[in-house]
């Protein structure tokens, strides 16, 4: 159970290229200057020993993996990071915005992979991963988003080379759960200029009486 003085934790999710880090970063700025104490952080990664694994699972390379060992990879990486970075963020009462998080497991190993949802469900409870207070849900046409994410060159691109196929399952499955939980999830066209994306993410939080 979390301490009476806990923190929110807002994540962020959507495809590739929907624009989520650009989000992220821009509600730190906003916080900070409101003088709100906050992290900004995003998985796979962290903290050192999830960065060391989001290597292994995002860098394409001859190595496969089938979709329950990426989902127990995903998993082990954000072990270290709940323990380390959110769960201590949250007990100070800091808002921790989480650019992708448990939602994502259960859309790209899940519903695109294969991995049953129950199998996620039990691994987000062994390592007793907070839920969201807010997830902002970054809603964007596959095609248009991997155009987008391809311009990168960041050399992390073993899921954007997957099928259009394998992204539109990753759409639908997110949308599903905003679908299922509209109390924690908002849905944000991404498609829409940067600003009003960033007014929509205020306008969510906002609605909840945090900011
Ligand atoms: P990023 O592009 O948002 O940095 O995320 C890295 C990739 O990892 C992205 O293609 C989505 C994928 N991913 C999963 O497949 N499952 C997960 O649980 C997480 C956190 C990310």
Known sequence: MLPARAGRLITLEGGEGAGKSTLAKALAQ???QRGLAYILTREPGGVPAADRIRQLLVTQSEIQFAPLTEALLFTAARNEHVAQV????????????CDRYLDSTRAYQAAAGGVPSSACAVLAELIHAPNPDLTLLLDLDPALGL???EGRAH???RFERRGLGFHQAVRDAFLAIA???PRRVAVIAAAQPPQIVLAQALAAIQARGWI
């Not at 963020?89 to 915005?97: E, N, S, W």
């Open 179 to 181: 679908k299922a939980e």
């Open 147 to 149: 155009a987008r994410s």
């Open 86 to 97: 959110i769960a201590p963020a949250l007990a100070r009462g800091d808002y921790v915005i």
């Open 30 to 32: 906003d916080m900070r």
């Open 155 to 157: 050399g992390e691109d």
